[in-house]
């Protein structure tokens, strides 16, 4: 090797000067696999970046399982107590990405400890068990985000953006759905933990509906009340130990909604519709223009303004919402070079570093505990109002 | 003109030895020119003709607009008075397109004459108002439908083809929007009396929502119960005479629905939603697949099918619904000259000249006057359980 | 009938006191329909009429079809000698719909008897051909126009007066395919007089190409010179009547065009797409904006502009090209209501009569036997530049 | 900690048993980023790895910028002489991103010491140049690729493998454009190296058409004949550091082909195409079905079966390529969780690890270096055929 050739040597560990932040996660499935691949990227694509997320421990159930997952991912210890990972100095972030039974109580023993906490939505499953988390971050003073990774969608910042511009005027529609079909019969969906109260709290309403409120939150603002119903169209499914299981939550729900700056809705989740894989979409009708989100193109954004110019070329744009100009997409590729669904995760969990690194306040783009408690007020609301087959006033 | 070329002198005046029927026209704006210009098209297009509708009078109140009206379309005489009309012996067929608070008497006074009935929907202000008219029809023994033109979209037609084989087994959701935006401020639009309740009976509700619920009737089946808001967004508009009009028809309704046969959905009118100009679109999802329409591509259907092979490319199909074995096709033009909004009427009235001329029923492809009743008893519920908060059970 | 109900007595013949023109019809078959039904309608529809179409003759082969095709739509006579039905005085306008063997000699033969002439697309089989016919009409007199109906879209005419009023600055690119599948294998389509040169003039070239190519002429200009291929994938084809026939014309033709203003664009014609119906798609790239229209959805036009603010929103706008401020649309329907494909004839045939009753050019917007006369030669050097391996320059 | 609690200590550095190649990185700007992206990414999520990319060193010419590209990705060294790094025996791949006249000398001197070669695309400026890099990649015996990434598109592959099962039958048409805008007077683009031919070989040719023409040889096949135009719009440009430069390379082509197999197509592609991000769309049309690819739905396929049923509901399925037994999906998220642009170099790379670890050809499904040859091939003769106007038969 010349020595004028030789530029110089790098540590590889480090990339840049910013602080680490030891994370401990919880959970290795789906979250923990959406999560862990953000805090790997996040250093060199938000570049510089604001921290380093170091990914101190990993926790879970299954030893053998946890001990591959920290290996995979590079986490330095494996956990199967989360007890024990929460109160380990080098963990100063808890990443709570297990069952939505295991939500309540390692974030608050979490808080307890100092830690910040990131926590999975439902935050709960349901109001009051949403509430005393909130309690438990606020009186600890830590940061506190609940992980409505769609707020982080770059084109549903562009439309909050928008409204906050006051470019739309009055909202006088939200119209939400959010459709999946992996429960269906041809799936042969056993019975999981998704379906059964005691541990997810509802059914569509928490895992899929909890976006769409939480969307609506975001971006029309505070429900006033709902009217609505829930359904179960299987109410028995097998055991993959054997045995038949009782599905005691909702495979859907539809609700009307008001909200309290007079806009009407409607809200709408189930995981019975067949060939919609992660229909997650939206519209929102406003004074001067409406809008309009769909999941599965998430790169893009549908606007209609009624007072462009020329008129004769007035109609809904379709927007790739990928230039430089658009939010977090200085960070990634030339324009067209679409992001995906993993995306998400970097911008929001960057977002909360740069709210403990620079003490800032998560909210309001980043949904903190008291939004994920908004929401589980609401759908707790959705019940009752299914259950009484009364309109349910809301108050958060 | 050399002896051999010539062939034959035709009377132009017939086309076909199918019978005549006399229509008698109550109304000659939007829904006049759209009828009329469906029964002139009629006799050459759905070819040989079942029957021919003889345009033998045009009623209105404007004496020099009805005699215009008579001479654009060849109505041979004009009416200021609807009574005169309907009583005209040349009247066979009464074709009721006014305003809604000129449904029920002209409609009843028909049947009185034993003249066949098609009026324009809502059938009706109310559901009493309704009943009286279904009431007045079956007694008669004549002829009655109302006229939900879209069961005449041949992409609806098939769709209800599919569910009537059983293609799509269960019915899981039905999810149904109607969308307008021309009262909306930046039209300006002044009070005109579809905004008002006593000429109206009521606004986006009646207007568009009719339709939404008669699809659903069409193809789900009965409601069960309603969960429903309405909202007036601007309560007084404009008098074009001068002077202001109050607003006491709703501007947007939602609505949670339940199904007789279990499955669950949403409906939604309003005429506040920038952009979408005629956005009647549905879905509904099922047990074997999926299928959504969109009215302002009335010539597609999207349809999707759990157990499709090849596996890899399962997805949502678009149908362009054109070829000569769909629905009416083989009447019109080769797949892919796609027909337009005017030609459900022709659709729709040659099925009721059918039925009149081989006396049979004309449900259940078209709506009758029960059908009308039905769609406004659910009119009728959402409004209640606007008013009241509480869910609505249906007893047509 | 009371006197004072009784308001007039019309004479249903007569739509309003606008001169009558005699129309001679040639062929019965699709073109033939879609002309009559447009005729038919234009008095009621554009209303009041510049001119009234009187349906005097209509000439074919066969005796009975003819006779029953003059009965069916109205004709007042019936010929199988179509020189016969050009002399009749009765007739002043000959619509000539036969096959493009048929377009010559009928269209020179009219106008040697001082009668106008519409004739279908493609005008000629050859420009030698259309040559002859033009300079027939341009001799007579007598206003002649060739039927490339897609002119009369509303959404084209939109994107026209676009470029007209400069909205598109320069154009860069224009890319077209018309792409059908009715003569695959799966069809088991015979031999037919559109796969036989001495007939057609040309396959799938003559058919579909002559279409986007006369939309090039009339949205981009003249074209400097064209790159082609040509193909034909089977080769032999069974008869109706028994035993087989070669097709000796194109099954689809690709071609690299530049356009006299610099543009460079493709060509694309065939009628081997499988699943693409009537799939007439053309874009242009532009300095200031693009614009894409799609046949199959014909009531909707593409367009971005590059100068749109809000930037964050700039994207193609999807323009349901429906509004009573875009061309034709005051005649037709609220917003929304879309039309059809036949509807393109309506706007075609009435320019036509505005400019024979007012003695005005058929063009720019009409297509005239010059236009046609044109697209033959851009056709030809197709043909030619496939068999000869070289770029054919343009010379009209 | 408790006792119990601790699992295990794992090692950070390592994500499973695999071997590690040591990668020499050339160029650390767009391509730079998007592979070593990719790199890090693909030993955690296609799991466990076949190999580990470990990053040993990059290279750039300018010394800050490239220390901080090493910093930032966590290469170990950082070279401003692209030679030194080369010969670094911690160097076992090379993967060169350099501009295009940095393609060849590295890759062959790679390959004579006996380093694989990843090299982008287009493998070289003209095809005698990629002759030489597959010459000397051949004779040295080490693995090549060129980094034709859209192969590595889930839908894309999906095609592939359709085709291949013969789904598809006989391939009559091919249909591919590649448009950007990004150097249209709007963005006020200065003279830039992608401009000029002694750098960058060819203009839109190179970057975007050898995309297609790629993709046209691994989906059809090898080219017979090429008639095509190349076209500069404009033809100076500002340079950044003061004065102006000349474009001598192409803004747009546009090519009717002939393939051996009897098909015949287009390919064009331009950066002057307002409105069109990363526009790389492609169309096949077979006997039994057609199938459609847009990069910017790059989740998405559009099919159409000919033979589907019910026949009712043919159409265009639009296939959300997200599901587990979709190629590579397994290693990713729940269906309808979209993947972005940048996965395709997971892809890709991993599919060159393989084919080094376990000694497998890259062909077919990767591009070797015979493939960017190919590729330069047609290039060439589209240069050809648009300065000659002679159609140019293709002798690869």
Known sequence: MSEQAFTSMVAASSAGDAPEI????????????AHSNAMKKLPYMIYPP???PKLAAIAGRNAAAVAEAAKRFGYRKAYTDWRAMIEDPDVQLLDNGGPNNLHAEPSILAAQWGKHVLCEKPLARNAEE???????????????????NYRFVPAVRMIRDLIDQGALGRIYHWRAVYLQEWIMPHYGTPMIWRLNRELAGSGALGDLGAHIIDLAHYLVGGVKSVSALTKTFIQQRDRDEGGAGVVDVDDAFAAAVEFENGAIGTLESTRFAAGR???????????????RFNLERMNEAEVFWVDEQPQATQGFHNVLVSESHHPWWRHWWPQGHIIGWEHTFVHEINHLLEAIVNDQPVGPHGATFEDGYRCAVVCDAIVESSQSG??????Y
Not at 22 to 33: E, I, W
Not at 132 to 143: I, N, R, S, T
Not at 278 to 284: C, D, G, K, S, Y
């Open 22 to 33: 030891g994370v401990g996660m919880l959970g290795y499935a789906f979250m923990g696999k």
């Open 50 to 52: 604001v921290a380093i």
């Open 130 to 148: 949403a509430k005393a988390m909130w309690d438990a971050v606020e009186q600890a003073g830590v940061k506190h985000m609940t992980a409505f």
């Open 277 to 291: 894989k992660n229909h997650n979409v939206f519209e929102i009708n406003a004074e001067r223009g409406s809008v």
């Open 390 to 395: 009364r309109r349910v006033d809301i108050a």
